[in-house]
């Protein structure tokens, strides 16, 4: 199982990002994708999720509002729209694929681990 996750960079306060996370050695479709963030010196917290039709989606109250999760089954991939972008959401973006095919923001509901892509929100 393969997670590449990209995307990520600096931008300033206020401004968009878009990451993906590229699937494959599994069937993607089978199984719900979340995302999570760590940023320095804080635990790793749950960030968004979307089951296998992308019908059902979990959020972060600190993302509501803002970021959008969505997946094309057809690429293997789940991009996460980042928008109106503040400094705490400084981190190291990880997207995880699930046990199942339901959206969970259970982090011991995820198996699998992609590297993570930076993301530096800084005036």
């Known amino acids: 199982v393969q997670l590449q996750a990209s995307g990520g960079g600096l931008v300033q306060p206020g401004d968009s990002l878009r990451l993906s996370c590229a699937a494959s050695?599994?069937?993607?479709?089978?199984?719900?994708i979340a995302w999570f963030r760590q940023a320095p010196g804080k635990e790793r917290e749950f960030v968004t999720s979307?089951?296998?039709?992308?019908?059902?989606?979990y959020y972060a109250d600190s993302v509501k509002g803002r970021f959008t999760i969505s997946r094309d089954n057809a690429k293997n991939t789940v991009y996460l729209q980042m928008n109106s972008l503040k400094p705490e959401d400084t981190a190291v973006y990880y997207c995880?694929?699930?046990?199942?095919?339901?959206?969970?923001?259970?982090?011991?509901?995820?198996?699998?681990w992609g590297q993570g892509t930076q993301v530096t929100v800084s005036s």
């Open positions: 979307i089951d296998w039709r992308g019908g059902g989606t």
């Open positions: 050695g599994f069937t993607f479709d089978d199984y719900a």
């Open positions: 995880a694929v699930a046990r199942s095919s339901a959206a969970t923001p259970n982090a011991e509901r995820y198996r699998y």
